[in-house]
């Protein structure tokens, strides 16, 4: 029986070798012939041996790591991770995750990546202040994903936010909806942008006409709070309401239809970074998609270039969003 934890001592007496050659089988450093390698990749295989990756980093000069700070339950972060894990793959180096929680801050994750050896930081929706941003760009290569920072040492990677909201206006109000409510982000990365996005097409497309701002936020439950005060509003109220994001828009939808009002014919409602839920048959929700696959790829390109060629590029790259159209909007009372 293989023992219960299998080391490189275990696979050299496997295959009859020395502990040496296992090593540099598994680094993929020459001094082993073709039958020899596969002589150990099957005794490895027979024994269920897994090399200790992190172990094998701290002898190296450079661990090919590359860390990432996100938020644990935001799902448009989740689907940046599966674009990251490609392009980091297809780069040549590892992804090593550090959450952030309502428990756990994000100073801590960076910390914790920071220990890993990590090579350089992808933070997204970063919140440290600008000094700390500055001070840990000193220390390894960094970039921020989703938030415009300005911090020296700091690249920005991030969707054209402003954009995707005068998009979201200009198609309410060519619907003909002229009385919007915006459900603010307060905060959190991108809200800024998309607030004067969304005020700077109400007044080049609906001049003269009031246009309320209530406060919503990140989560389904910001999203619940925000109809409660849209429902409190005196009639009549917007007819159509942009939210800060998907999670948001669908704790409103809930809500709302909960009071008896129709979607899409007593408010329509549209979201911001079309998560895998706002495609549903059953929710149809009308968003701006925020292009994941682009993101990731710049983000790790940005990253790579740093530290394989010391390339540093002090532009941010913007990625344009799109305007997806599906059920939650019509025409007033349509």
């Known amino acids: 029986m293989p023992p219960s934890r299998v080391t490189m001592e275990h696979v050299a007496a496997r295959a009859g070798v020395s502990r040496a050659l296992v090593s540099i089988v598994f680094r993929g450093a020459p001094g082993a012939s073709g039958p020899t390698r596969e002589r150990v990749l099957a005794a490895a295989r027979e024994l269920d041996y897994r090399p200790d990756t992190r172990a094998s980093r701290l002898g190296r000069t450079r661990t090919r790591t590359l860390g990432v700070v996100f938020a644990v339950g935001h799902a448009f972060h989740g689907d940046l991770l599966e674009s990251l894990y490609v392009e980091t793959e297809s780069a040549g180096y590892e992804l090593v995750l550090s959450g952030v929680t309502r428990e756990r801050a994000e100073g801590i994750a960076v910390e914790t990546l920071l220990a890993e050896r990590c090579e350089g930081l992808l933070l997204i929706g970063t919140d440290l202040p600008r000094a700390r941003l500055a001070a840990l760009a000193a220390q390894v290569p960094v970039v921020s994903l989703l938030r415009a920072v300005r911090a020296p040492g700091v690249e920005v990677v991030r969707t054209d936010d402003a954009a995707g909201m005068r998009q979201v206006v200009e198609h309410l109000a060519g619907l003909g909806h002229d009385r919007l409510a915006l459900l603010d982000g307060g905060r959190a990365a991108g809200a800024a942008a998309r607030r004067r996005g969304f005020r700077a097409a109400a007044r080049r497309l609906l001049p003269g006409r009031d246009q309320v ?61 079309d998560i895998r839920q706002a495609g549903y048959a059953h929710v149809g929700l009308t968003t701006v998609r925020q292009e994941a696959r682009q993101l990731g790829a710049a983000a790790v390109q940005r990253l790579a270039a740093r530290l394989d060629t010391g390339e540093v590029d002090p532009g941010d790259v913007v ?3 799109t305007l997806v159209v599906r ?4 025409s007033p009372g349509g």
Request: net charge negative; glycine share 8%; charged share 20%.
């Open 327 to 330: 059920t939650s909007t019509a």
């Open 319 to 321: 990625v344009a969003p």
């Open 213 to 273: 701002l209530v406060p919503g936020g990140l989560t389904e439950e910001d999203g619940a709070r925000a109809a409660t005060a849209y429902l409190d509003l005196a009639n009549p109220r917007p007819s159509a309401v942009a939210a800060f994001n998907d999670r948001c828009a669908l704790g409103f939808i809930d809500v709302v239809r909960q009071a008896g009002l129709r979607v899409p014919r007593d408010v329509s409602v549209v979201g911001f970074d």
